[in-house]
């Protein structure tokens, strides 16, 4: 197919501003998912409102009698000036229903709300809102950029435009006011939105989480592959149980919803704040386990990141092993929990140089139990952990991990051989997976992932490697049956 200049200047354009525009049946779940209330009167954000599709849909609720309200303001901020027309065609033809008004801002939200809240003399005034819903731009923040340094006036530090756009939103939102939002799963866990989630946390309560099984279903056209969460939130609510709602695309042919207290969403004493997406009201195999309940550091393991970035020792790679060489570990050298090393048709290196540059970042050859660091979007196991057997490398002293992988460890040495294997089978465990997709939504496991699982006792993980020793092949169902046993009597 031949890209005329328009189209790719457009798509050029929509990557620039981080723009994904909403279908038509996700915004009108979108908008059915707002409470009805006893307010009259309506003050709507649509904060990067682009064609106007989320305003329509709302505005399509409101005029088939799905709110009660009198009279409905919409305030529509698009950066765009491309979109304008289509934006201003979208909404005019409400103009009819007595009681609407809008108003379309061609400016940029971030900068306008920012000088809002700071108090800025040169401030554009707009009002306090009632609802708010939005479909955020997707682009990461540079830290050294001038939307980094307004978010800070405001007391805010968050590293997307996504998350940007939500806090501003809720924080021009009345007490009580709703916000409803598709933003990526990414804002549940790990550092880099701790402060958004504890902002998030702090002011509003949660009332409905909707998750799709990828973000690559629910925008086709865009080819995004970050998995995808519609989320109510209503400003200074009161906290209560949340609707977990899940379909595999936007066509919500299998929607499935169920209530699961807010104590599953958010464990209590998390310093975290990670926030669990529960997909079943049945407790998950950890759950019923209360002997599984030990951190790494408690049965005397470490996990970390492999250390050899490729591209960074360029010259010190080879394709097989040779003289002054050792094993270089790639994903790919792992299979069904195995290693095969070296391959001589694969892509990557097999073998790094022993140099006084590479030693520092090399382990001496023993048991360690690794786990793939990402997965295909849509691969069954999030988990897939593999054991590194010595013999499998037998004239070889040390190892090179390639950042890929996620080694668990002993000070940088190996573990026993029965621990490694026990961990292997264990994290590669359906329980295991369905547990770790509670709270993570990314295709990537990192080693911070791996540390916030529980593990059962040290004694427990080796009995299970004696068993998984005596295997001739470990498939997932009998690792699976063997779990099942083994959990009553750990």
């Known amino acids: 197919m031949i890209t005329t200049e328009a189209e790719f200047t457009a798509r050029k354009r929509k990557s620039e501003l981080g723009q994904f525009f909403t279908s038509e049946d996700i915004a009108r779940f979108m908008a059915a998912m707002f409470r009805p209330g006893s307010d009259k009167r309506c003050v709507l954000l649509d904060a990067g409102a682009g064609r106007g599709s989320l305003s329509e849909a709302f505005l399509d609720r409101w005029m ?4 009660d309200f009198e009279k409905v303001q919409v ?9 304008i027309p289509d934006l201003s065609s979208a909404l005019e033809k409400y103009n009819r229903r007595r009681g609407f008004s809008v108003r379309i801002r061609n400016v940029d939200f971030i900068r306008a709300s920012t000088d809002r809240l700071s108090g800025s003399f040169f401030a554009e005034q707009f009002p306090r809102y009632t609802h708010a819903i939005l479909n955020p731009p997707y682009k990461k923040i540079p830290g050294d950029s001038a939307h980094r340094a307004a978010l800070k006036r405001t007391g805010l530090d968050t590293v997307n435009l996504y998350s940007a756009f939500v806090a501003l939103s809720l924080s021009l939102l009345n ?3 709703q916000l409803v939002a598709i933003i990526p799963r990414s804002f549940c866990n790990g550092p880099y939105y701790r402060s958004f989630r504890a902002f998030l946390l702090a002011h509003a309560a ?3 989480i909707h998750l799709f099984e990828s973000r690559a279903q629910a925008f086709k056209q865009d080819d995004v592959l970050q998995e995808n969460v519609i989320i109510l939130l209503e400003r200074g609510g009161l906290q209560g149980p949340v609707t977990v709602s899940t379909s595999t695309d936007s066509s919500f042919t299998d929607l499935i919803s169920h209530e699961h207290a807010f104590e599953k969403v958010l464990p209590a004493e998390d310093p975290e704040q990670v926030i669990h997406v529960p997909t079943s009201p049945e407790a998950n195999g950890m759950e019923l386990i209360p002997s599984i309940c030990h951190s790494l550091n408690e049965i005397d393991v470490e996990v970390s990141t492999g250390p050899v970035v490729d591209f960074r020792v360029r010259q010190y790679l080879r394709p097989m092993p040779g003289e002054n060489t050792v094993p270089l570990l790639y994903p790919g050298h792992f299979s069904e929990g195995q290693l095969t090393w070296p391959l001589p048709e694969s892509r990557k290196p ?28 849509e691969e069954k196991r999030r988990i897939v952990a593999s054991v590194v057997d010595p013999h499998a490398v037998d004239h070889a002293s040390l190892l090179g991990f390639e950042n890929h992988l996620n080694i668990l460890h002993k000070d ?10 026990g961990l292997s089978v264990y994290l590669n465990t359906t329980a295991v997976d369905e547990q770790f997709r509670q709270f993570n939504g990314h295709t990537q496991v990192n080693a911070t992932d791996l540390k916030r699982l529980k ?11 004696y068993w998984a020793r005596q295997q001739d092949e470990l498939s997932q169902a009998l690792i699976d049956e063997k779990f099942d046993t083994m959990k009553f009597s750990l």
Not at 75 to 83: P, R, V
Not at 412 to 421: S, V, W
Request: hydrophobic share 30%.
């Open 75 to 83: 305030d529509a901020f698009e950066i765009d000036e491309s979109l």
């Open 64 to 67: 088939s009698g799905g709110f």
């Open 206 to 208: 949660i009332h409905h």
């Open 455 to 465: 593990y059962p006792s040290r004694s427990a993980l080796m009995e299970l490697g």
């Open 350 to 377: 097999n073998a790094i140089e022993l140099h006084e540059d590479t030693r520092k970042w090399l382990y001496p050859k023993g048991y360690y139990c690794v786990v793939r660091r990402f997965s295909s979007k």
């Open 175 to 177: 007490e009580q006011g």
């Open 412 to 421: 940088k040495q190996g573990l026993p051989e029965l621990l490694a294997r």
